[in-house]
C-alpha cells in the first residue's frame, strides 16, 4: 500500500512562490501486525529422526522384555502415574526394570508391524490392531501374576473433572 502526501510548501529553493507549488512525496504505510501468523509454543516439531528413534526404541524394549502389556487408561494424571512408573522403573530378579511408552499410536503401531510381513515379532500385529485411544505399552520380564496383581489393587482416589457423575450423593442446605 502506498500513500500519496500533498505538502502546501515547497521543499526546493527553485521556486518563485511558496504557496503556489506543491510537491508530492509518497511513502509506505507500516506493515499491518494482524497479517502475521504468531507461534505461541516454544516446542518445535517432531523430526523424521526422532520418530525413528522412538521406533527403535520400542523394538529394543520388545528384544529385552518377555512380556508385553497393553493398558488403556482414562482421565490419567501425571502424579498418579508416576507411581506406576516408579513402581516398574525397580529392577526385576533379572535386574531389568520395565519400560511404559506412551505416545502416538500410529508410531506404535508402526514399530510393532500392522502385517504379518511387517510384524517385528511374533504376533504383534494383533496388539497393533488394539492400539488405538488412550492406550500404553509396557514391557517387562516381572512375573505375569505380580503385574496383574499390581494392576488389580491399583486404585487411586482423584477429584472429580466435568462431566464426571459423583458416587455419593450431596446435599447442600
Known amino acids: ?9 515547497l521543499t526546493t529553493p ?18 499491518s501486525k494482524r497479517s502475521k501468523a504468531v507461534v505461541l509454543t516454544q516446542t518445535s ?6 520418530k525413528s528413534e522412538f521406533v527403535q526404541d520400542v523394538r529394543d524394549a520388545i528384544d529385552n522384555h518377555d512380556t508385553l502389556y497393553l493398558f488403556s487408561y482414562e482421565n490419567m494424571r501425571s502424579n498418579k502415574f508416576k507411581s506406576v512408573r516408579l513402581h516398574f522403573r525397580e529392577p526385576d530378579m533379572e535386574g531389568k526394570g520395565s519400560r511404559i511408552f506412551l505416545g502416538k499410536n500410529k508410531l506404535l503401531q508402526l ?17 497393533a490392531k488394539l492400539t488405538s485411544g488412550s492406550v500404553g505399552l509396557l514391557f517387562t520380564s516381572r512375573p505375569t501374576t505380580e503385574v496383574e ?5 491399583l486404585v487411586e482416589d482423584d477429584f472429580a473433572r466435568a462431566g464426571f457423575e459423583s458416587p455419593r450423593d450431596v446435599i447442600v442446605t
Open 149 to 153: 496383581e499390581f494392576f488389580d489393587t
Open 45 to 50: 516439531k517432531k523430526t523424521r529422526e526422532h
Open 1 to 9: 500500500f502506498t500513500a500519496v502526501v500533498y505538502f502546501s510548501k
Open 14 to 31: 527553485y521556486t518563485h512562490h511558496p504557496l503556489t507549488t506543491t510537491t508530492t512525496t509518497t511513502t509506505t504505510m507500516p506493515k
Open 111 to 127: 514399530a510393532m508391524g500392522k502385517t504379518m510381513e511387517e510384524e517385528y515379532a511374533d504376533n504383534l500385529r494383533h496388539v
